[in-house]
Structure formats: structure tokens, C-alpha cells
């Protein structure tokens, strides 16, 4: 008696729950051997960082736990980070442990990239991930703390925000809103803020740009 194939899907973003969830519901129950690998256990919503990253809303509401979005008698999931692929062997080394696949799903994310804009690189902090936006947010309400304590640093209220794309362009719009209660907070004159956006490109893609038809 043969036995069933062995899945297994790396990464929890959109591509690999997406494809856990299509196959959970393609599949018939023991029909193939599903297994999910991320490092949290929970899959969060990239395109909602930008919110919590101004502090325009909670952390909390960018992140779903996994357990919620897939059928566990189909699924299995482990909560653990890739260390190596060896597609020779096919198998997978995870800090705790091994898998063994007939196929392979790699979903793993990607590198924010910068397109050659000077600095950003070495100094820009990046939109990725739930515990990068509390940063963000930390380190935007802790330069109007130090203005308040160096009133002559005016670089303490000047922002600025590499990339329009969707996320820079709408981080840019929250910021925008978020500014007047933080000046009214830390008593500053929301006149000295200043925010920068810088492209690349001399216009930005209107397909990076979901319509609000697409999104209601």
C-alpha cells in the first residue's frame, strides 16, 4: 500500500496560508500529509502595518492566530524557524527537528529593498513585521519627547519615508493624521514637523494602489 504524499509549506504570510487554506479545502481528509512552518504562530497582515507602525492602531488588530485559519485534521502546524533546505534529500531542517516532503512550498517573505536611495540601507527602519511596527511607533513618539528636552533640534520632528508604494504612501497618510495628537500631547507646534516621502521613480504605480471598490 502506497502512502499519501507529504506537503510541506514554509512561511505563514500570504502565499503560504493562502495555499494551506486552498489545499485544506481541495483535499479530502488523510488524502495527503499537510504540513504549515512558520516562526510565530500567527499570520499577520502586511498591508495593515502601516497603522500600527503610526500608532493610528493596535498591533493586535494586524495579526491573526494561525490555529484560526486552518482546518487542524487537515494541517498540521509547527511553530519553528527554517535552518536549511536539502532538496537532494528532500528534507527540511528546522531548529527543532526534521521534515521529510514529496513537495514544497516556499513562502518564506522577502528583503525590503530600497532601490539605491542613499541611506536607507544603512539607517531606514523597516515595515515587516508586528514587533518592527512597535518600534516605529516607539522611536516617532520618543522624538517629540527629546524635542521637548532640545527644543533646538528641529531633526527630531523631520520624517522621512523611503518608497510610495502602497505601504509608504499610506504610512505617509497615517503619520499625517497622527501628528496633531502628538503635538498636542508633547505641547509642540505641529508647524516645525516636517515629512518627506522619497521615490525611486519619478511617479508612483497606481497598481500598488488597491481601488476601494477591491477593498469593500
Not at 528636552?149 to 508604494?165: D, Q, S
Request: charged fraction near 25%; glycine fraction near 8%.
Amino acid at each position: 500500500m502506497s502512502r499519501i504524499p507529504r506537503i510541506v509549506i514554509l512561511g505563514a504570510g500570504y502565499g503560504g496560508i493562502v495555499t494551506a487554506i486552498r489545499l485544506q479545502k481541495e483535499l479530502n481528509y488523510n488524502e495527503a500529509d499537510v504540513t504549515l512552518v512558520n516562526k510565530h504562530d500567527y499570520h499577520y497582515i502586511t498591508t495593515h502595518l502601516h497603522m500600527p507602525a503610526t500608532g493610528t492602531d493596535n498591533p493586535e488588530n494586524a495579526r491573526v492566530n494561525i490555529l484560526k485559519l486552518i482546518d487542524e485534521f487537515k494541517i498540521d502546524f509547527v511553530k519553528s524557524t527554517v535552518v536549511q533546505i536539502r532538496p537532494q534529500e528532500k528534507k527540511v531542517i528546522l531548529e527543532e527537528g526534521t521534515l521529510s516532503y514529496d513537495y514544497l512550498v516556499i513562502g518564506l517573505g522577502g528583503e525590503p529593498e530600497t532601490f539605491g536611495i542613499p541611506g536607507l540601507k544603512e539607517y531606514a527602519m523597516n515595515i515587516r513585521s508586528i514587533n518592527s511596527v512597535r518600534f516605529i511607533r516607539e522611536h516617532i513618539e520618543y522624538q517629540f519627547a527629546k524635542f521637548k528636552r532640545e527644543p533646538n533640534r528641529l531633526e527630531y520632528l523631520t520624517f522621512i519615508v523611503g518608497g510610495a508604494g502602497f505601504t509608504g504612501i499610506e504610512f505617509v497618510g497615517e503619520l499625517a493624521d497622527r501628528i496633531p495628537e502628538l503635538c498636542k500631547e508633547f505641547d509642540v507646534d505641529p508647524s516645525l514637523v516636517k515629512i518627506y516621502n522619497i521615490e525611486a521613480a519619478p511617479t508612483a504605480r497606481r497598481d500598488l494602489i488597491p481601488s476601494w471598490s477591491n477593498m469593500r
